[in-house]
């Protein structure tokens, strides 16, 4: 739908998921443009929010142009200025690069990209949520008049609007995937946790519920979390990147990870949508997205072409109403576990499709279970105590900066019983039904709360 087109030389602007394939959307027609080499200057610029999603455009470029012969020079922050330098003088046909190191290398080397044809901004409601709307102003007063824009997007938000409306000639809107929203082979599931008791059931998930060998993603608030959760993951074969993190090291621990060395990535949202792992098994948002876009660009590189996921989401109480706000968002029921009426399924099984997404417990004997072996290991770390420390302070420095949730989710997560709720099905199908029993009541004592009023006999 949108390479035909693209051909036809149409301004474009496609809504897709991340995941959706849209690379090969806009390559596949510039390849075509171009032909062949040509030392007149770029003639395509493709710009990218991030350094990790320009490198695997740069990647992908070089696969399907393999045969092309066209030269392409790959400008980001935090490589040497005097390497890009050089690479512009050699007349590359294709120029892939972040806004804020392509305006810097454009006024210090006075370039005026007056040959290019082809502009391509992916993954441009991203480029908006990190401010680059200044550069990008910037970039297009220096491209011609008559150049041909494609413009990929998961969202449309105002200012994305105003500027495809200023900037771009009779675009033509291409919707891929917005019904759906997310794969239909992705599996959601929602645990109540208390928010001092996620890093014990994170452990579990990652110990016990996650395969060894899955590729899994944990999305925390902040670096601190990162660094705190890799040096708590005992056992576990883990990394961790972040925005402040250095280049040489970000690269080392993508490496590990992308090559199943580290099969468990610690994030922040800076790295949302900037990797791309095409074998991705799971997700886990260890700080739940306050946004239902945000929670898009996170589970959308997990269930891609055919192959089946899951995302895990540890919600404590002041979450429960993003979780609502989300599901409004998505247009998705959400299933609260009872005791009775919830039947045990497995997040892969062909029964879970049938349950929805569903919200419940973590048994507490599975988490004291893990909260034992946390408390030994602060115990005889100093590092990690401190670690700990620092990630509660710059949590309760993140909830001061974090959007809130829609008064009316507000009012449903004040009018939800919480003591009601069951057991997530996940672990209810991993024990028999007498232990299952058991389970329900140490919860229920632990969970008690006496209606008796204070002073009464």
Do not use: W
């Amino acid at each position: 739908q949108t390479i035909p087109a693209i051909l036809r030389g149409r301004d474009v602007v496609a809504m897709a998921r991340t995941g959706s394939g849209k690379t090969a959307c806009f390559l596949i027609p510039m390849f075509e443009r171009l032909k062949a080499p040509n030392q007149t200057g770029a003639r395509a610029l493709i710009l990218s929010p991030t350094r990790e999603l320009a490198l695997q455009t740069l990647k992908f470029t070089k696969e399907l142009g393999k045969f092309t012969g066209l030269k392409t020079a790959l400008i980001l922050g935090g490589d040497k200025m005097e390497d890009q330098f050089a690479a512009l003088h050699e007349n590359p046909d294709i120029i892939i690069a972040t806004p804020g190191r392509l305006v810097h290398v454009a006024v210090e080397m006075k370039l005026k990209l007056h040959t290019v044809e082809y502009v391509v901004f992916d993954e441009a409601d991203r480029l908006f949520e990190m401010g680059f709307a200044e550069q990008l102003q910037e970039i297009i007063a220096r491209l011609p008049d008559c150049h041909q824009t494609v413009l990929f997007s998961a969202t449309l938000p105002k200012l994305l609007v105003e500027f495809a409306r200023a900037g771009l000639t009779e675009p033509m809107l291409i919707r891929l995937d917005v019904e759906s929203k997310l794969s239909e082979q992705l599996k959601l599931a929602f645990f109540h946790v208390r928010g001092d008791d996620k890093p014990a059931v994170l452990l579990h998930l990652l110990r016990s519920v996650v395969k060894p060998q899955d590729q899994t993603v944990v999305f925390v608030a902040t670096k601190h979390h990162t660094e705190y959760l890799k040096e708590a993951s005992e056992g576990i074969r883990c990394t961790h990147i972040y925005s402040s993190l250095d280049q040489t090291a970000r690269k080392i621990n993508i490496a590990k990870f992308s090559h199943g060395k580290c099969p468990v990535l610690l994030v922040t949202d800076v790295a949302a949508r900037g990797l791309d792992i095409p074998m991705l098994d799971n997700v886990i948002n260890y700080s739940f997205p306050a946004k239902g876009k945000l929670f898009l660009h996170r589970v959308g590189r997990v269930a891609r072409a055919g192959r089946s996921g899951t995302a895990y989401s540890l919600v404590a109480p002041d979450e429960m109403p993003y979780v609502f706000d989300l599901h409004l968002f998505l247009g998705r029921p959400l299933i609260l576990a009872g005791a009775q009426e919830m039947p045990a399924v497995t997040p892969l099984s062909p029964r879970a499709a049938d349950a929805g997404d569903v919200l419940g417990r973590v048994p507490q004997s599975l988490v004291d279970d893990e909260e034992c072996l946390l408390l030994t290991d602060h115990q005889g770390s100093l590092e990690l105590r401190n670690l700990r420390r620092v990630a509660d302070n710059a949590h309760k420095q993140y909830l001061r900066s974090r959007p809130g949730p829609s008064p009316e989710s507000i009012k449903r997560a004040k009018d939800l019983d919480m003591s009601q709720l069951g057991i997530h099905p996940l672990f209810s199908a991993r024990f028999e039904d007498t232990e299952l029993e058991r389970l329900k009541l140490v919860d229920s004592i632990k969970t008690y709360k006496s209606k008796a009023v204070s002073g009464e006999v």
